[in-house]
């Protein structure tokens, strides 16, 4: 099983950035579907955005314009960069992996099935 740690959550005033990274702790380039989660107060998580072994980039439409995910190889790490945060966008972030051996969409988000254990980001002023 794949170990993800997340790291890069924090407190930022609206309009600010945040850039969060994620640790596999495999090699995740040519084997995993990559993605983040977002969990906000009172409700269920669901996907912002996800990458896959070509680099091909899904986004939440919602999540268009403001979020970019990135990764890594030589790093193992995925990133997820953050700008002109708003207060909607506050929640506890999570990085999954999704094993291209099952033969998913890298957009099928329910089919996550390894997970860090999230990082929180508070935007407020």
């Known amino acids: 099983e794949i170990q993800l740690v997340e790291s890069g959550g924090g407190l930022v005033q609206p309009g600010g950035s945040l850039r969060l990274s994620c640790t596999a702790s495999?090699?995740?380039?040519?084997?995993?579907?990559m993605a983040w989660f977002r969990q906000a107060p009172g409700k269920e998580r669901g996907g912002v955005a996800a990458?896959?072994?070509?680099?091909?980039?899904k986004y939440v439409d919602s999540m268009k314009g403001r979020f970019t995910i990135s990764k890594d190889k030589a790093k193992n790490t995925l990133y997820l960069q953050m700008t002109n945060l708003e207060p909607e966008d506050t929640g506890m972030y999570y990085c999954?992996?999704?094993?291209?051996?099952?033969?998913?969409?890298?957009?099928?988000?329910?089919?996550?099935?390894?997970w860090g254990q999230g990082t929180q980001v508070t935007v407020s002023s």
């Open positions: 999954a992996a999704l094993a291209t051996s099952l033969s998913y969409r890298c957009d099928t988000w329910q089919k996550y099935n390894d």
């Open positions: 495999e090699d995740t380039y040519s084997k995993y579907c």
């Open positions: 990458i896959d072994t070509d680099g091909y980039i």
